[in-house]
């Protein structure tokens, strides 16, 4: 993929990612590399998130995902490709928990 092409990607992050400042880290990351979307906390324990970018910037959001901040201990990064089109509310915001 091209990577001055438009991508959007739901992300699942599972392992230990609530209460280690995952979201906050999320949000510094994607915003530092432009990109639209969400990050919330979910009931289950995991982190949920929506990038929305350029392509090579979601693919850098990515594969920071897969580390995290130094707290967490991520088991694993389940991406799906969304078809929906980039939101068109400016920035990456942190949602409450769902």
Known sequence: MSANKTRCVRVLVRGRVQGVGYRAWTNRVATGLGLRGWVRNRLDGSVEALFCGLAGAVELMLENCESGPVLAGVDGVHI???????????????????
Do not use: D, I, R
Request: glycine share 6%; proline share 11%.
């Open 80 to 98: 799906a490709e969304e078809n929906a089109p980039v939101p068109e509310e400016t920035g990456f915001h942190v949602l409450q928990t769902k």
